[in-house]
């Protein structure tokens, strides 16, 4: 099956730990190299933000990277990033004139409303993987979204026109239902982790306690709840991984915010920022650390706490999105309300002072994503997505034709 995989802003190929490359990026390179094992042929479609590298190439997963030229080849802010779409859209098309794709896997809003109009001419099926909702980002950030204001409306239109939404969780799938979409054109397939890489580690034993936050420096997050938190956990240290390179750790405004939080609460000496770590490095700091926390004020799917899992790590998270799928409260870690600090340091308090039950979560994890999350499981169900899509579009040409 020839596969073209629509990933406006997110490069497969790019460093992950920056403002706009997180799991988007994770996710969209794990598919197409599990797919491309499968036997597909796979093409990457991202945008150009450098001018030095070739506009096609070969991905040492199996797969290739078409980079697309849509406005300044350089860096350019996603939420900027929307002006640019009719002239990615115009090199989809020619793209897929020259060499038609058997389905459109797009990733991300704008990356559908390209996708879809340069798909229509050629009759081509497009599937739609959101990632994150605008209409759930402007409910808890109101004012501050700098997200289009297109972006909920387009949002819509692709729930209503795409052949089949691919959400990441239920309560996605609850959302989704919420901007008109059908339930019976919508499948989950929840990201996965790569345990060749992630694997079960032996429990840290020492002193004292190391709670690690991994993802983007951003607000809502949630790192500076668990900055506050920390004050009511006496004697244990927090590792915060992301953002910048280290070097220029002391240049991000939201390192600048965080440190200034610590300082007033009087846990500076008690916090270390780590910078951005290559994903073959995260594996060793996961192990360094007793307890992984991820608490974002809203997450659409989020896959630091199945990398922590898959190390045989607990992890207490927030209540919200693909965390009520992935942890399993009082099997595989705990979860607790966003935004409450006062909650989430009550329950580390008593996790961090349980060795036995830790460890108890970290096998269950380590179990619960072998069954459920291995990228061979989760390329399988998309492959079977890709077939069923197209399964039903051949059935539909041929009620047409009759």
Not at 24 to 47: F, K, S
Not at 174 to 194: A, K, T, Y
Request: hydrophobic share 45%.
């Amino acid at each position: 099956m020839r596969i073209a995989m629509v990933s406006e802003h997110a490069n497969p190929l790019a460093a992950v730990g920056s403002v706009d490359a997180g799991g988007q990026n994770v996710h969209v390179a794990a598919l197409a190299e599990h797919l491309a094992r499968r036997g597909h042929d796979v093409v990457v479609h991202t945008r150009r933000d450098d001018a030095a590298p070739p506009s096609r190439i070969a991905a040492a997963g199996g797969y290739t990277v078409e980079l697309v030229a849509a406005g300044p080849a350089a860096e350019v802010p996603k939420d900027e990033l929307w002006q640019h779409m009719p002239a990615f859209s115009e090199q989809l098309a020619r793209s897929w004139q020259r060499r038609p794709a058997d389905v459109v896997h797009a990733h991300f809003w704008m990356s559908g409303a390209a996708a879809l109009v340069a798909a229509a001419p050629l009759h081509l099926p497009v599937l739609q993987t959101f990632h994150a909702l605008g209409s759930v980002k402007r409910r808890h950030q109101g004012a501050v979204d700098t997200s289009p204001v297109d972006r909920v409306g387009v949002e819509a239109e692709l729930v209503r026109e795409v052949a089949r939404v691919v959400a990441t969780c239920r309560d996605e799938v609850r959302e989704l239902e919420l901007l008109g979409g059908d339930p019976h054109r919508i499948s989950i397939v929840p990201c996965g982790v790569d345990r060749e890489l992630f694997t079960p580690v032996r429990g840290r034993r020492g002193t004292p306690r190391r709670l690690l936050v991994v993802g983007r420096l951003v607000e809502r997050k949630g790192v500076g709840d668990v900055v506050t938190a920390l004050a009511e956990l006496p004697g244990v240290e927090l590792v915060i991984a992301g953002g910048p390179a280290r070097d220029a750790l002391s240049l991000d405004p939201e390192v600048q915010r965080l440190r200034e939080l610590a300082r007033a609460n009087g846990t500076i000496d008690r916090v270390r920022f780590v910078g951005r770590v290559s994903r073959t490095e995260l594996p060793r700091l996961i192990a360094s650390c007793d307890v992984v926390v991820a608490v974002p004020w809203y997450e659409p799917f989020g896959i630091v706490p199945l990398e922590a899992m898959a190390c045989g790590r607990p992890v207490v998270g927030s209540a919200v999105g693909g965390l009520l799928d992935t942890v399993v409260p009082g099997v595989t870690g705990e979860l607790v309300p966003p935004r409450e600090p006062a909650a989430l340091a009550a329950v580390l308090s008593g996790l961090l002072a349980d060795g036995r039950r830790r460890q108890a979560y970290g096998e269950a994890g380590a179990a619960r994503v072998d069954r459920r999350y291995r990228w061979e499981r989760v390329a399988a169900a998309t492959e079977a997505v890709y077939t069923a899509v197209r399964a039903s579009r051949g059935a539909s040409s041929m009620e047409v034709a009759r």
